[in-house]
């Protein structure tokens, strides 16, 4: 019964994979030429204030004109779409793409994941459904969903893990969890040998490694996550207010160039690394341990907090993990900072761990995302019992994703 559901999860999970990588190497190769190529041609400064101003501004009325004139129209409301969820008609795929890789160029503090992962499960569960009927349309979103978080992580555990909290949920007598997440697991691990072999991802960020953690390093952890996790929360108090006040605009040439001046200012003050989806400006951040004050790194992390904000209200296209992974990083440092006796591997990976469980609700992917920043075995542990309290600040809580009335889940 497994057997038969190889191929067609190892064609889900490459296909996923070479999905992401284009859409990223696309708004990479975009992003080089509105961020280095035009503004040296103009000569202007390549992240001057006025140029991050006038290029976040010009990528809102590029993506309000996707959203308001392509076909599809981007899909339904960001706001109120999580990580997966039901298929996508494919006529909203191209717009929905058009407008992700406009975002991820033009500097919007919004990472690929949820429309990379609600694309690939319209077209998979598209596609799938009408190759092989006989087999469950929810199979075919488990597959894609799958294979792009394999494929966005460069590996299948998360992918495996995400699907654990799923699974646990739903009702007894279909066989064991291991059958049930089986052909899942096949494509996420095509997705994530797939993205490593062609692009070597990687989450080390290049901090101290942490060898003998102490009782020191577990008091740090305790007190950093939960304080992450408060700090998380805040976006998502705010959410629904600033959601609310962006679709009174109506229109989306109003709100997405309004949201994207926005962003220009908020760049302005915080600066070029608050741009973007935040990984690479992560490792550039955590580059320099030692060398930020406490009130650099607290701008960062309420600049890019703000910007987060701000991107998911506004209709931009885009997830919540990597900039959220920038903004507890640099919540980290600013703890590191403050009582330099924390190593910089526990700062970082436990206010990950708390600023994700705030925004993203999954315990197993702010679990996994905190220990590969660390690239240390030794902190799991710390951050399984710092995910607790985390947890219980946390749970029951607005998140940072709305119903379709524009109000807070909870």
């Not at 494509?187 to 692009?199: F, I, K, N, R, S």
């Not at 629904?240 to 006040?245: L, N």
């Not at 907090?305 to 209709?315: D, E, K, R």
């Amino acid at each position: 019964m497994l057997l038969p559901q190889v191929l067609p999860s190892l064609v889900v999970g490459v296909a996923a994979s070479l999905m992401f990588l284009g859409i990223e190497y696309v708004s990479e190769e975009f992003q080089v030429v509105l961020w280095e190529d035009l503004p040296d041609a103009l000569g202007i400064g390549r992240y001057s204030s006025l140029w991050m101003i006038s290029m976040l501004t010009a990528t809102g009325i590029a993506v309000g004109l996707v959203v308001w004139k392509v076909p599809g129209h981007s899909g339904p409301d960001p706001a109120s779409e999580g990580l997966g969820g039901a298929p996508l008609a494919p006529t909203l795929v191209p717009s929905l793409l058009l407008a992700t890789a406009l975002g991820l160029a033009g500097g919007v503090s919004l990472g690929p994941e949820n429309p990379i992962i609600a694309a690939n499960i319209a077209l998979v569960y598209w596609i799938g459904h009408r190759l092989q009927p006989s087999l469950p349309g929810a199979a075919w979103v488990a597959l894609a969903s799958a294979a792009t978080i394999g494929a966005l992580f460069g590996t299948p555990v998360a992918a495996a893990l995400v699907l654990s909290e799923a699974l646990a949920s739903q009702q007894p007598g279909r066989g064991s969890l291991w059958d049930r997440i089986f052909a899942p697991l096949v494509a996420a691990g095509a997705g994530a040998l797939t993205t490593q072999l062609l692009a070597e991802p990687s989450f080390d960020i290049g901090l101290p490694p942490l060898t003998d953690p102490g009782w020191t390093d577990l008091l740090a952890a305790l007190v950093i996550a939960p304080a992450g996790a408060v700090f998380g929360l805040f976006a998502c108090y705010l959410f629904p207010y600033v959601h609310r006040a962006f679709q009174r605009l109506r229109h989306p040439m109003v709100m997405l160039p309004l949201g994207g001046l926005v962003l220009g200012l908020l760049g302005a003050l915080g600066g070029q690394l608050t741009l973007f989806k935040g990984l690479e400006e992560t490792k550039e951040l955590a580059a320099s341990v030692g060398s930020w004050s406490s009130g650099e790194l607290a701008k960062l992390a309420v600049v890019k907090l703000l910007a987060l904000l701000v991107a998911a209200s506004c209709g931009f296209r885009g997830g919540r993990i990597f900039p959220a992974v920038f903004i507890g990083s640099a919540f980290g440092l600013l703890a590191q900072a403050l009582v330099p006796e924390v190593q910089p591997a526990v700062a970082v990976s436990s206010a990950v761990l708390g600023v994700l469980l705030a925004t993203t609700r999954q315990g197993w992917i702010s679990l996994f995302t905190g220990a590969a920043l660390a690239a240390s075995t030794p902190v799991i542990a710390l951050l399984c019992v710092a995910s607790l309290p985390a947890w219980l600040i946390v749970t029951g809580r607005p998140q940072l994703e709305l119903d379709h009335e524009g109000k807070s889940l909870h």
